[in-house]
C-alpha cells in the first residue's frame, strides 16, 4: 500500500496538510438515512463481493500456511522454506506498482480480475508442481496476482465508499478472516493428512467465480474509469522500471541471504547481494513517499509503520507451524490450529480502531498494538522447551493478533484519509510496497539465520537425533521481536505537524 517525486505533477498528496481527505466516490453515494452502512441497500452486492474476495485471499494465507511444512518436506526443498513465502512477496512488489499505474489511469476492475486470475494460476502451479523450484514459482505468480488484487481493492474503498464508511468496510476485511483461521487449519490439516498437500492448492481456485460474479458489476458501476474530471493517461515508464527493479532486487537479496548458509558459495553471495541492493535502494527511493526511511511525521510514517508491523510479524507467523510439527511433533494441523484464534483477535482488535469514539485515540491504540505484536513474537521460541505447554503459544499469538488488528486496519484508514483522490491507487501501492518489500527482507533475514544455525536439517520429529536446532527458530523471533519495537516508537509520528 506510493508517492510520486517531486517532479511529478501531483506530488503534493506527500504532505498530509496539502492531501485532501474527501472521498473519491460522488457525492451521490453519501446519503444518510437507513441505508447509511456498508450493508445499506447503495452498498449491499459491493461490500459482500469485495470482502468475499478477501475471504479468499484469507482462506489461501491459512490453508496454504497449514499444508507449506509438509510440502516442503516433501518435494525436498525445507532449505528453501522461506523462498516459498518470499516469492510471494517479490513478485506482488512489482503487481502493486502496476495496480496503483492501472488503477488510477484506468480504474480498479481490470486490475482486480487479471489478478483474481492470476492469483488462482499461481495456486494451480504449486498444487502441481514436482519440484520445490516449480512450487516456488507458483508461488510468485500467486503473488503478483495478490499485489494487483490488494491495491485495486483499497482503490475501490476510496472511490465508492463515503470517508466515514471506509473504517467499517476495512474493519469487515479483518472479519472476514475469522472463518478461514479457524476453519482453513483443520481443513487444510485434515486435506493434507488424507488426500495430500497439493489439494489445498488446487481445489482453492474454485472459490474465484462467486467473488468475480458479484463484485465485479458493482465495481464497473461504481469505480471504474479515470477518477471524475481525469482523463486516462499513459502508464508512467519510469516508476515501472522501478517496480521492476524493487522486485529483482529484492529476489537478489533473498537468494543471496540463503547462499549464506552454504560454506561453498558463501564468498559468492556479495556478488547478488551487492546487485540486489543497486537495484533496490533507488527504487525504494522512487516509490515510497519522501522521509519514509526516517519515519518523517504523517503519510511517510503510515507507511513505514505498515512495513514494520507486517513484515516482523509475518516472518515470525511464517516459522510457527514449521517449529510445531518439527520440535514439538504436532500434526500439521494442530500446528496450524494453534494460530487460528488470531484470525478473531485480529478482527476484534480492527474492529475497536474502527469505532468512532476510538479516533482520537488511534494512535495511542496502534502503539498498545506494536507492543502487543513485540511481545507475542518474544514470547513464541518458549515453546521450544518441552516443560511449556504449546497452547501458550496460542495465547501469546491471540495477543499478538489483536495487536496487529488495532495496526493495520489503522494504517488504511490514515492512508485513505492523507490521499487526494487521484493519488488513492499510488499511495495505496506504496503502502502494500512497505508491506511486501518488509516481507520479504526481513523473511530473508529470518531464513537466512535459520538456515546458517543449521534450520534446513530438521525434519518431522523433535528429537536429538533428528538434526534439528531449536536455536535456529530463537534467531528468527527474537531479532523480529526487536522490529516490532522499533514499530511502536513509528505510531508516535503517524500524525503530521501541528499547525
Known sequence: MSALEPSDADSAANSPSTAPSAPAAPATHDEPGTDDSVLGRPYRAL???????????????????????????????????????????????????????????????????????????????????????????????????????????????????????????????????????????????????????????????????????????????????????????????????????????????????QAVSDDSVRWLSVLPAGAGAA?????????????????????????????????????????????LVTQRGLSPTLAGFSLAAGGATWALGSFAQSRARAEPYRERLMLIGMVLVALAIAAAPSVLIDAVPVWTLAVAWGFGCFGMGLVISATSVLLLHLSAPEEAGTNSAALQISDGLSNVLLLAAGGAAFAALGGGTVTHTATAASGSHPAAFTAVFLPMAGVALVGAWVTTRVRGNSK
Open 47 to 257: 461490500s459482500i463481493g469485495i470482502v468475499s474476495v478477501v475471504l479468499l485471499i484469507a482462506f489461501e494465507a491459512t490453508a496454504v500456511g497449514t499444508a507449506m511444512p509438509v510440502a516442503a518436506r516433501e518435494l525436498d526443498g525445507v532449505a528453501l522454506y522461506a523462498f516459498a513465502f518470499s516469492a510471494y512477496f517479490t513478485t506482488s512488489l512489482f503487481g502493486m506498482v502496476l495496480a496503483g499505474q492501472w488503477s488510477d489511469r484506468r480504474g480498479p476492475l481490470a486490475s482486480l480480475a487479471v489478478g483474481i486470475a492470476s492469483f488462482a494460476a499461481g495456486l494451480m502451479l504449486s498444487g502441481t508442481a514436482g519440484a520445490m523450484w516449480l512450487f516456488v514459482l507458483g508461488r510468485a505468480v500467486q503473488g503478483l496476482g495478490g499485489g494487483l488484487v490488494i491495491v485495486a481493492l483499497y482503490v475501490v474503498v476510496g472511490r465508492a465508499y463515503p470517508e466515514r464508511l471506509r473504517p467499517s468496510i476495512l474493519a469487515a476485511f479483518a472479519a472476514s478472516w475469522v472463518i478461514p483461521s479457524v476453519v482453513g487449519p483443520l481443513a487444510a490439516g485434515s486435506v493434507t493428512e488424507h488426500l495430500g498437500w497439493r489439494w489445498v492448492f488446487v481445489g482453492i481456485p474454485v472459490l474465484v467465480v462467486f467473488p468475480l460474479a458479484l463484485a465485479l458489476p458493482q465495481i464497473r458501476r461504481r469505480a471504474s474509469g479515470p477518477t471524475k474530471g481525469a482523463v486516462a493517461a499513459p502508464f508512467d515508464r519510469r516508476r515501472i522500471r522501478l517496480a521492476l527493479g524493487i522486485s529483482l532486487g529484492a529476489g537478489l537479496l533473498q537468494y543471496a541471504a
Open 279 to 323: 537495484l533496490l535502494v533507488p527504487a525504494v527511493l522512487g516509490l515510497l513517499p519522501r522521509g519514509t526511511y526516517r519515519a518523517a511525521r504523517g503519510l511517510p510514517s503510515v507507511v513505514l509503520l505498515r512495513g514494520i508491523a507486517a513484515g516482523s510479524f509475518v516472518a515470525a507467523e511464517s516459522f510457527v507451524p514449521l517449529m
